[in-house]
């Protein structure tokens, strides 16, 4: 089994920055892919950014790329979304997830496991 746990999130002003943490517990994760998803109020959850756990390959969103960057600690068990040049369509829910998946998928029901979520809130 595998635990994730999503903090960081919160309300800041347009063009500010944040930085979500999932911290995960549970079985040894090289040969996993954790990811960021959103979904903000009516609307689909969607792909923001993935990382593979052994190598560090990473893949975004085109709507967060140059302004997003995953990254994650191995000793800690930990994935981070620093996020900058926050704007207000960026608002939603942000999920961690992660998946035995081999290749970094960018597809929700690929993901077994899944955090309870954090808000993020962008006011212009």
């Known amino acids: 089994q595998v635990h994730l746990v999503e903090s960081g999130g919160g309300l800041v002003q347009a063009g500010g920055s944040l930085r979500l943490s999932c911290a995960a517990s549970?079985?040894?994760?090289?040969?996993?892919?954790t990811a960021w998803f959103r979904q903000a109020p009516g609307k689909e959850r969607e792909f923001v950014a993935n990382?593979?756990?052994?190598?560090?390959?990473?893949s975004y969103a085109d709507s967060v790329k140059g302004r997003f960057t995953i990254s994650r600690d191995n000793a800690k068990n930990t994935v981070y979304l620093q996020m900058n040049s926050l704007k207000p369509e960026d608002t939603a829910v942000y999920y961690c997830?992660?998946?035995?998946?081999?290749?970094?998928?960018?597809?929700?029901?690929?993901?077994?496991?899944w955090g309870q979520g954090t808000q993020v809130t962008v006011s212009s």
């Open positions: 997830a992660s998946t035995m998946v081999q290749f970094p998928t960018k597809v929700p029901s690929d993901y077994g496991y």
């Open positions: 549970g079985r040894t994760f090289w040969n996993y892919v």
């Open positions: 990382i593979r756990w052994g190598g560090g390959t990473t």
